[in-house]
């Protein structure tokens, strides 16, 4: 089993709906990390975490909403998906100052 | 905040010749400078990561090295082969407070190795 587990891999939805993005890991790590990934702009953090009680916004959080539900578990929401969120979403996570280490990848189609 | 440029974004090598990518970053107190090598289809893998404290480090073919005053790091790929083909990111972490919680990546690197 994978260290890091995305679900959905794959997601179509319409303008205006609302969706989650699942992430959990069995590293044990306290930090974990969503970013969005578009061509030509890289990896780009929208939400991190330290532990349960720790949520901090990245660079993009705008249109976004996370959920630390366990140390385990961290879940992505968009409220009202927009088509230009449209794009390749990574979970991450960390035990320090260190190594991260990612999820396969959710791909997120809003039309 | 910290931010990371990186280039070039894209580059063609022949097999066997050497790769250079740079990146530069902006928050003196960053301190961990990993880089991470992605497939097409899979999630970000680590290659090689270096720390403020040491200059240069280097694993097999691959070597990175780190100029702090100038706030610029490199990868170094020597002897390239076709499964170094792939999109490689540099970026950066560390700080005061809360900020040694972020990390913060470069725009990525296109590397094609040709045959």
């Known amino acids: 089993d994978a260290d890091v587990t995305q679900t959905p891999r794959n997601r179509i939805t319409k303008t205006g709906k609302r969706i989650m993005l699942e992430c959990s890991q069995t590293k044990g790590h306290d930090r974990m990390y969503w970013y969005r990934q578009d061509p030509g702009l890289g990896l780009r953090l929208i939400y991190y975490?330290?532990?349960?009680?720790?949520?901090n916004k990245g660079e993009i959080s705008d249109g976004y909403s996370v959920s630390r539900q366990a140390q385990a578990k961290f879940s992505l929401s968009l409220e009202s998906a927009i088509p230009n969120q449209t794009a390749l979403y990574f979970c991450?996570?960390?035990?320090?100052?260190?190594?991260?280490?990612f999820g396969q990848g959710t791909r997120l189609t809003v039309v | 905040g910290e931010n990371v440029e990186q280039h070039p974004s894209t580059l063609s090598v022949q097999e066997g010749d050497s790769a250079v990518i740079k990146c530069t970053y902006s928050?003196?107190?960053?301190?961990?400078f990993p880089w991470y090598k992605q497939e097409l289809g899979k999630g970000p893998q680590l290659i090689i990561d270096i720390r403020s404290n040491v200059g240069e480090k280097k694993d097999q073919r691959i070597a990175v090295t780190l100029n702090k005053t100038a706030k610029h790091f490199s990868l170094h790929i020597t002897e390239t082969q076709p499964e170094d083909s792939a999109v490689y990111f540099c970026a950066a972490s560390g700080g005061y407070g809360g900020a040694t919680n972020k990390l913060i990546f470069g725009t990525g690197t296109l590397l094609a190795v040709q045959p």
């Open positions: 991450a996570t960390r035990g320090g100052n260190t190594e991260a280490f």
């Open positions: 928050d003196s107190a960053s301190n961990y």
């Open positions: 975490s330290f532990d349960v009680k720790d949520i």
